[in-house]
C-alpha cells in the first residue's frame, strides 16, 4: 500500500499538470498528498481524515476514485471492514468508467477489486460477507478480465463459498465452485475441503474426520487435502488428542518418507516444514524421541536445544 501511494505521488504532478490550476483540483492534490505522507509514516488512521475530506468535497476530481480504494486500506487496516466495503461497492461503478482516473492509476480496477476482497474477508457475521461478495461478483462479472483480475476472481469465488458453507448453504457453495473450477473433480474436492475446515473450526472434530475419510475416499492427496489434514492434525494435537492427530496425518507421512527416499520436496517447503514440526512433536509425544529430532526441520541456530525445546522455540 505504501508503495503504492508513493509511486503514485512522483507522478502526481505530472498527471495534474493540465488541472492544477483549477481550485477544486487544488485542494484535492493537497489532501491526498497529507494521506500520503501520513501512511508513508506507517500511520494509516491519520490518513482516513483527509481521504474521507477529498471524496467528500471533491468528487469531481481525477483523484476521487483512487482516494476511494486507499480508504478503504486504510478502514481495512484499522479491521474497519464494513466500512471499507461500503466505500468500495459505492464507487465501484464510477471507477470502472473514470477515464482520467485510470489515466492517473492504470491498475485502479484490479487494486480496487482486491481491496473489496480483503474487506469482505473481514466481514461478520457471514450473511453480510456474502452480500458484499455478491456485489463483488456482480462487477468482476462486468470487468475486462486480465490475470490479476481473474486471480481475485479466483479467490472471490473461494471466500463466497467458503461463506455458503459456514451457513450451511451447500448447494449454493458447491454452485460457486463448479463456476470457479473447470474440474467436477476440483470442484467437489475443494467443497469437502471447505466442509472439513468448518467442522474444525466449529470444533466438531469427530465430524471433521468422518468429512476428512470421506475426501480420501473420493480424492487423492493433493496439496489442497494435505493442508486440511495438517489444520485437522494441529486442532487434535492442540486439544491433546495425540491418537486422533497422528491417525490423520499418516497418509502424510508415508507419502514424506517415499520423497524423502528419492529426495523429492515434499508439496513446497513451506508445507514441509510446518508438516516437520507437527510430525516431530506427535513423534515425541508418543516416546519416540529418535524419530522425532529426525523429522525436525533443519537447526537454524539452537543445536543446543534437544528436540522437544526446538520444537516450543519454533512455535514461540
Not at 230 to 244: E, I, N
Not at 284 to 303: C, E, Q
Request: hydrophobic share 50%; glycine share 2%.
Amino acid at each position: 500500500m505504501i508503495g503504492t501511494l508513493i509511486k503514485f505521488c512522483v507522478c502526481l504532478n505530472l498527471g495534474l499538470q493540465s488541472v492544477v490550476a483549477q481550485p477544486a483540483e487544488t485542494s484535492a492534490r493537497e489532501l491526498y498528498l497529507r494521506a500520503a505522507a501520513a501512511i508513508a509514516s506507517a500511520d494509516p488512521q491519520m490518513a482516513i481524515e483527509p481521504l474521507e475530506q477529498l471524496i467528500a468535497e471533491c468528487k469531481n476530481s481525477a483523484l476521487a476514485a483512487i482516494a476511494v480504494v486507499h480508504l478503504a486500506e486504510c478502514y481495512v487496516q484499522n479491521k474497519r471492514y464494513a466500512e471499507a466495503a461500503k466505500v468500495l461497492e459505492e464507487w465501484s461503478a464510477d471507477i470502472q468508467s473514470d477515464s482520467a482516473a485510470l489515466a492517473i492509476d492504470p491498475n485502479l480496477i484490479p487494486h480496487h477489486a482486491r481491496v473489496w476482497l480483503n474487506a469482505a474477508q473481514g466481514l461478520q457475521p457471514d450473511a453480510l460477507a456474502i452480500d458484499s461478495l455478491l456485489a463483488l461478483d456482480r462487477r468482476l462479472e462486468t470487468a475486462g478480465m486480465d490475470d490479476a483480475l481473474a486471480a481475485t476472481h479466483d479467490a472471490q469465488r473461494r471466500e463466497l463459498a467458503k461463506r455458503y458453507v459456514a451457513t450451511q448453504q451447500i448447494s449454493a457453495a458447491k454452485a460457486v465452485l463448479e463456476r470457479a473450477f473447470e474440474s467436477p473433480a476440483e470442484a467437489e474436492e475443494e467443497l469437502l475441503v471447505l466442509q472439513l475446515l468448518q467442522l474444525q473450526h466449529d470444533k466438531q472434530l469427530e465430524a471433521a474426520e468422518l468429512k476428512l475419510l470421506e475426501l480420501a475416499d473420493h480424492q487423492p492427496l493433493t496439496k489442497r487435502t494435505a493442508e486440511a489434514r495438517l489444520v485437522l492434525a494441529t486442532s487434535a494435537l492442540s486439544d491433546s488428542k495425540v491418537d486422533q492427530a497422528t491417525t490423520i496425518i499418516k497418509p502424510l507421512l508415508a507419502k514424506f518418507e517415499a520423497a524423502q527416499a528419492v529426495h523429492l520436496k515434499f508439496i513446497d517447503f513451506n508445507f514441509e516444514y510446518r508438516f516437520r514440526l507437527i510430525a516431530a512433536e506427535l513423534a515425541i509425544a508418543t516416546g519416540d524421541k529418535a524419530r522425532g529430532v529426525a523429522l525436525l526441520p533443519p537447526a537454524t541456530g539452537f543445536p543446543e536445544l534437544d528436540a522437544s525445546q526446538q520444537i516450543a522455540w519454533r512455535f514461540a
